[in-house]
């Protein structure tokens, strides 16, 4: 709402609060913060203050008085990171207390069913609550907390992995949830029951178990967002720096858990859907995945022959793009497909062809530098839609220059959009958005969508136009790289530590 107020002004030089603006990584007051306990968390859950400056002991003490604004923007940031944790912890102990341990359901499932669905649930709660005491204690250390980061960094080295154990089991505790709802009748009313109770405030029994994983990410965003307000080559900055990249080291591994057990499934299933006509390739591999798949059109003839119909100059053609290699089919019956090119990831380039005409509007080369018979070939290619198009070239040869940015440099300013609705990926190559995220946009479409790059995780993907909205404001577009490269300053520094030593 700032984002949009400050967008709104007709005059630019106003814009000088750009500062305050919140970006993808600065948590807003909602519902939840609104509730959360506070200075003693675990004793005393119905606090009704929300911010370190509403406190009776702050507000008493004189210390607003003392401390400069940004100085009680960093309180105010540590101090929601404890509160959250505190929220956090008593949604777990909900979980735990008010499902996995209720006398009913424990006589409807069996042991290995409520050992997928609860998976070490336990575990997790267990790390929750030694972090959160950690965390009380220094809050009740000092009425100017001194620093919560250093213990962010303590409890995510020694302690963080069995989060990658619960949201690693995420795709068989989905699966199995579906299966036991589908199945047992008895399951599937205890669950409805014990939903309605007033402890759960309306929200689904699936919404508990996923709270692991939102909040492994939501702590990294908590701390990003302490590090825009902590001072510059401060000691504070270094041990945010450190409690950043420790976060996002368990983020990743919980993303990849999630991802390797679903991605040896899908290779497995299309295995079997194909037949080939050449030398057979070896599709399984532990390092391979699926990036995009779907039927374009091949031009099967001159494309200067005029007499022939759009429908016969073109044939089906369906491809398989994996993240090393691509492979060329063409359907056949009983949903299967027979297999008559292949070509590595990295030996494939790609060409827009421009002001064709109709019959060839959407159309691109696919060039295979080295195909299966070791020779260079051709492709012309045929997609449904300008953003097929542009999607199949980009995930075709992603390093590509994009329409406002290329991949290998960072411009002081391109086009940036906010999310203002939630959305959920519904391709390998689409992103899925939480509301607020900033991203920066490398390539769009006139039919609608947008292929950009989150400012806070670097993740790149397609999603559509209406789920953002452009950020207008240069100021806030400034404010957000800068944030955006100081979070990330100290993961820069060791690539390019890494890349002069590759060159050497």
């Known amino acids: 709402e700032t984002r949009r107020l400050q967008d709104a002004q007709t005059d630019p030089e106003e814009c000088s609060a750009s500062e305050e603006v919140p970006s993808e990584a600065e948590p807003t007051n909602t519902a939840e913060s609104r509730t959360l306990p506070q200075i003693s968390l675990l004793r005393n859950s119905t606090s009704r203050f929300n911010l370190w400056q509403d406190l009776p002991e702050i507000r008493s003490s004189g210390v607003l008085n003392i401390l400069q604004p940004d100085e009680i923007k960093l309180q ?19 979980l735990v207390s008010h499902f996995m341990e209720n006398e009913r359901l424990k006589k409807i499932l069996h042991p290995s069913e409520a050992h997928i669905l609860f998976s070490n649930v336990l575990d997790v709660m267990a790390v929750s609550e030694r972090f959160l005491l950690d965390l009380e204690q220094r809050v009740e250390e000092n009425i100017v907390i001194s620093d919560v980061c250093d213990i962010v960094y303590q409890h995510t080295v020694n302690h963080f992995s069995v989060y990658v154990t619960y949201v690693s089991n995420q795709t068989y505790q989905e699966r199995a949830y579906k299966q036991l709802l589908q199945d047992k009748t008895a399951f599937r009313e205890v669950i409805s029951q014990l939903e309605m109770d007033p402890k759960c405030k309306g929200l689904p029994f699936s919404s508990f178990l996923i709270l692991p994983f939102q ?20 000691e504070k900055e270094t041990t945010a720096l450190e409690a950043h990249k420790e976060l996002e080291t368990v983020v990743k591994a919980c993303n990849e858990g999630v991802r390797k057990m679903s991605r040896t499934e899908q290779m497995i299933s299309i295995q079997k859907k194909l037949e080939f006509k050449i030398k057979s390739v ?18 099967n003839g001159p494309k200067t022959s005029r007499t022939l119909r759009t429908k016969k100059l073109f044939r089906e053609i369906y491809l398989f793009l994996f993240n090393d290699l691509l492979v060329l089919c063409r359907q056949i019956p009983g949903d299967k497909y027979q297999v008559f090119d292949s070509a590595p990831r990295g030996l494939l380039r790609v060409e827009e062809l421009e002001d064709q005409g109709q019959s060839l509007a959407n159309v691109f080369i696919l060039r295979l530098l080295e195909n299966t018979d070791d020779r260079e070939v051709s492709y012309m290619l045929k997609a449904s839609s300008q953003s097929e198009m542009k999607r199949w070239m980009i ?10 940015v290329s991949f290998t440099s960072r411009l002081l300013d391109c086009p940036q959009v906010q999310c203002v609705h939630p959305y959920v990926a519904q391709q390998p190559d689409e992103l899925s958005l939480e509301l607020a995220d900033v991203l920066n946009i490398l390539d769009k479409t006139d039919d609608g969508w947008i292929f950009g790059e989150r400012l806070h995780d670097q993740e790149r993907g397609w999603f559509p136009s209406s789920m953002g909205e452009e950020i207008l404001n240069p100021k806030i577009r400034s404010q957000n790289l800068k944030e955006c490269f100081r979070v990330h300053k100290s993961d820069d520094s060791q690539r390019r530590k890494l890349g002069s030593r590759n060159r050497q």
């Open 395 to 404: 995930s075709l040869a992603p390093n590509r220059r994009t329409k406002f």
């Open 76 to 94: 105010e940031a540590m101090f929601e990171l404890v509160t959250s944790e505190a929220s956090y912890y008593k949604s777990l102990n909900l």
């Open 282 to 299: 070896p599709i399984i591999s532990h390092s391979r995945w699926l990036l995009k798949q779907g039927e374009l059109q091949q031009m």
């Open 215 to 234: 909040r492994i990410t939501r702590l990294k965003l908590l701390v990003q967002n302490i590090l825009k307000k902590v001072e510059e080559k401060s």
